[in-house]
């Protein structure tokens, strides 16, 4: 029992310290499990099962717009990563080597894989042929290995799971349009199954990713008020083409580069529902990616009916395609309910022998811990509907965190007291210089998150240089 017990005791609460309240939900909540390499992670079980059904969402929205799955070599030769010079000077430092197969000393380094963008250009350079094979739409579902310094679960580890999507096209307008496109599908994916709102930008010529023309991002903020990035979208131009040699036979019948795109999110974004939604008695899901949506608890099952008026119930919402488990254990119900409390379960729904006396049952909310007595004729439609309200909930209070921590400042010292302070999301103009960048992060100790997409139109002074422009960008601290 002791050792069971350990599930359902109290976890640091997050006035206390954010950081140890994260990390006691990801392990007491059986997320994950530390590894015997240092910075990397097990997904346990039910952690997995989260991004299974993240995968599963996204997947779909990607077959809607006609992308299809590939799997690419986990292992690149270090001739064929040198071939682009921005990338592999970005991802030098987090490049893990292979030197050795078996006893024998490899003739060529082997990069395990800290994105793929050079197998997929080296897979077109032998495919590729005419323009009438246009547009490439591949993604691929895998973990990279970046060795990063500092790690913490799901938020930056030196082994991630993640999908990447990679495309090429005819013209520069349809890839741009692509990048796009994608950085609105992680917007949607995170509004409608995560109820997470985001901030939708492009990065500056500072945090674009290593030989981009251009990135796209969407910043979440978290309870802490803190910035995480959560996916990003890049536009590569004919970059990578020209460096290896992608080309195809254009409609002129003259020899052409294609343009090309990534993107890609990872499992960054169950770090990012934990400290979206989260309490200080454990996890809360969204009911879209929760293992368990309902989880079913017989009161006094000892007594005649009782079980079988649980499983009676679990039957009914299983027929609704809802994932529905019940705890028949002999475990307490006291244990019961602070278990899948702390494991973040949307509903709960209780049936004893008073209930099946008045024909209803007991349903109780995770994210607000209202109770209500639902007839059990009504079953079917009430927790439908309680699933939704829940899922509604969580994002207007996540929606009220970011509207209530976005501030707009004018002078780079107010900016520093926010960040000082309770922090958030400091909204100002900037000139562009990459000068005035780096001023920021020196005297107010935030960087870029973006540039929003949505700009406002108007005219004022730069922070640190008070020079007139019209940009308006983000700045935070971010994970």
Not at 397 to 404: G, P
Not at 416 to 429: H, I, L, V
């Given at each position: 029992m002791a050792k069971d017990q350990r599930n359902v005791e109290a976890i640091t609460p997050m006035e206390v310290d954010f950081a140890k309240w994260y990390t006691d939900i990801c392990l007491k909540a059986e997320l994950v499990d530390y590894a015997s390499v240092k910075g990397f992670m097990i997904l346990r079980p039910y952690g997995y099962a989260i991004w299974e059904n993240i995968q599963r969402i996204m997947d779909g929205m990607f077959k809607k717009t006609?992308?299809?799955?590939?799997?690419?070599?986990v292992l690149i030769p270090e001739s064929l990563l040198k071939k682009e010079g921005e990338l592999v000077e970005g991802f030098a430092p987090e490049v893990a080597w292979v030197t050795?197969?078996?006893?024998?000393?490899?003739e060529e380094r082997l990069a395990f894989r800290p994105t793929s963008e050079t197998m997929f250009c080296d897979h077109w350079h032998n495919v590729l042929q005419s323009y009438r094979e246009l547009p490439m739409l591949y993604n691929q579902w895998c973990s990279v290995i970046r060795w990063e310094k500092t790690t913490r679960p799901f938020l930056r580890s030196r082994e991630f799971w993640w999908q990447e999507g990679h495309t090429i096209h005819e013209t520069a307008e349809e890839a741009i349009a692509?990048?796009?496109?994608?950085?609105?599908?992680?917007?949607?994916?995170?509004?409608?199954?995560?109820?997470?709102?985001v901030v939708k930008g492009r990065k500056t010529e500072k945090e674009k990713f290593a030989g981009a023309e251009a990135?796209?991002?969407?910043?979440?903020?978290?309870?802490?008020?803190?910035?995480?990035?959560?996916?990003?979208?890049?536009?590569?131009g004919d970059k990578f083409s020209r460096a290896y040699d992608v080309t195809f036979t254009g409609r002129d019948n003259k020899l052409q580069y294609p343009f090309q795109t990534s993107w890609g999110t990872t499992t960054r974004l169950i770090g990012a529902c934990i400290m979206t939604h989260s309490d200080n008695n454990g996890l809360v899901l969204p009911p879209a990616v929760a293992p368990?949506?309902?989880?079913?608890?017989?009161?006094?099952?000892?007594?005649?009916?009782?079980?079988?008026?649980?499983?009676?119930?679990?039957?009914?919402?299983?027929?609704?395609?809802?994932?529905?488990?019940?705890?028949?254990?002999?475990?307490?119900?006291?244990?019961?309910?602070?278990?899948?409390?702390?494991?973040?379960?949307?509903?709960?729904?209780?049936?004893g022998p008073k209930d099946m006396e008045k024909q209803q049952c007991c349903v109780a909310r995770r994210d607000t811990g209202e109770k209500t007595f639902v007839p059990l004729s009504d079953l079917e439609s009430a927790v439908q509907s309680l699933l939704q309200d829940i899922h509604?909930?969580?994002?207007?209070?996540?929606?009220?965190?970011?509207?209530?921590?976005?501030?707009?400042?004018t002078t780079w010292e107010e900016v520093?007291?926010?960040?000082?302070?309770?922090?958030?999301?400091?909204?100002?103009?900037w000139c562009g210089s990459l000068e005035c960048e780096l001023a920021m992060k020196e005297k107010a100790g935030v960087s870029s998150r973006c540039m929003p997409l949505k700009q406002s139109g108007t005219t004022g002074k730069?922070?640190?240089?008070?020079?007139?422009c019209t940009t308006d960008i983000y700045w935070g601290v971010a994970y």
């Open positions: 006609g992308h299809v799955n590939v799997a690419m070599p050795h197969g078996g006893s024998e000393k490899l692509e990048t796009e496109q994608q950085l609105n599908c992680y917007a949607d994916f995170c509004r409608d199954a995560l109820a997470m709102p990135t796209y991002t969407i910043e979440a903020m978290m309870k802490d008020h803190k910035a995480l990035q959560s996916g990003t979208s890049h536009y590569f368990i949506q309902v989880i079913v608890l017989p009161i006094a099952q000892h007594k005649p009916g009782v079980l079988d008026a649980a499983a009676a119930l679990r039957d009914r919402l299983e027929k609704l395609g809802l994932r529905v488990k019940m705890d028949d254990s002999e475990q307490s119900p006291g244990w019961k309910f602070a278990q899948y409390e702390m494991k973040g379960v949307p509903l709960r729904v209780e049936i509604d909930n969580l994002y207007a209070m996540a929606e009220k965190n970011l509207e209530d921590n976005t501030f707009d400042f520093k007291e926010m960040a000082q302070g309770k922090g958030g999301f400091a909204r100002t103009k730069c922070p640190v240089c008070g020079k007139e």
